[in-house]
């Protein structure tokens, strides 16, 4: 089950909703990976984003949202993939029956926020870089959803220079919400047992502020662009600020029984295709072994 004590994003939580998990990282992406807390031998930020995932996916399933309602695109270069676009697209053009849209990234990112991947087009033994900036997105949005039927978007970004997706999500009056690990001009935190804010937002490891007090750059605070357009620093931590004592899931996760465990495959991204079903799901990229 999820934990029970997530700061304030059980909003992004709920089986009536549509999820797009994007990464993006590893030796062939381009762009700033996030620097990464203590000197784990082995450890980079594509381990990170691995850990990433299992901990997003996990807390979505937990919270009873049907695997099939998760669709989870690897762009890191091995894989062949549509092109982001078209992904990002088909998933605004077809949101079903979902009372909201959350798309959520994480990996490499350009100065100016933009995300970067490595996009091996289906059928090619190449692969080129794909960046793609917030105010294209929110463009793409909008042109396949007018204001008259739009259903809201919230966009959860874990990387590094995330607060620029909060100030373009003001500037086009987004309709919904946009929570980023970190203010524009940035750093974000990774460690061995994933980043700091993903392992935050879904109730699995501090506030990184507790964590990163002492950082080059100084603490790092999550950003958000609210449903009214409110931009800047998270304002409704509460206690969430001082909070340091929360078990990390790698550390508890390996006492459980292997009829609980789930797996998480390096998944090529289908077309998402209109349906003649408005409840017909995305597709299901998960695999578990219980019965």
């Known amino acids: 089950s999820p934990p ?24 062939d992406v381009i762009g700033q990976p996030e620097p990464l807390l203590g000197d784990v031998p082995g450890t980079t930020f594509a381990t990170a984003c691995t850990c990433n995932i299992e901990l997003m996916q996990r807390f979505l399933v937990g919270g009873g949202v049907l695997p099939e309602n998760i669709l989870i695109a690897d762009f890191s270069g091995e894989l062949e993939n549509p092109h982001p676009r078209q992904l ?17 990234f994480c990996g490499n990112a350009m100065h100016d926020g933009s ?3 490595r996009w091996r087009p289906p059928g090619q033994r190449y692969a080129a870089d794909v960046k793609i900036g917030p105010q294209e997105v929110f463009d793409w949005r909008l042109k ?4 008259t039927v739009r259903i809201p978007l919230e966009i959860i970004v874990e990387s590094t220079n995330s607060g620029t997706w909060c100030m373009a999500a003001k500037d086009a009056q987004l309709h919904g919400c946009v929570f980023a690990a970190c203010p524009p001009d940035s750093d974000a935190w990774a460690s061995c047992t994933g980043s700091l804010f993903t392992s935050w937002i879904v109730g699995r490891g501090p506030a990184p502020s507790s964590l990163t007090k002492s950082g080059p750059g100084g603490p790092q605070v999550p950003w958000e662009c609210s449903r009214l357009g409110a931009t800047g620093p998270v304002k409704t931590l509460g206690a969430e600020l001082s909070q340091t004592a929360h078990v990390s899931w790698l550390s508890t996760s390996t006492a459980g029984s292997s009829s609980e465990a789930m797996t998480l495959p390096r998944m090529v991204a ?12 995305l597709r299901t990229p998960l695999t578990s072994s219980a019965p």
Do not use: H
């Not at 990002?88 to 959520?104: I, M, Q, T, W």
């Not at 289908?270 to 799901?281: D, E, G, I, K, Q």
């Open 270 to 281: 289908p077309s998402l295709a209109p349906s003649s079903r408005p409840n017909t799901p």
């Open 115 to 117: 995300w970067c991947f």
């Open 88 to 104: 990002l697209e088909d998933f605004f053009r077809n949101p079903g029956s979902a009372s909201k849209l959350v798309l959520y």
């Open 4 to 27: 029970k004590n997530t700061p304030i994003w059980t909003d992004f939580l709920s089986p009536d909703f549509r999820y797009l998990v994007m990464t993006a990282t590893g030796p």
């Open 144 to 147: 396949l959803q007018p204001n």
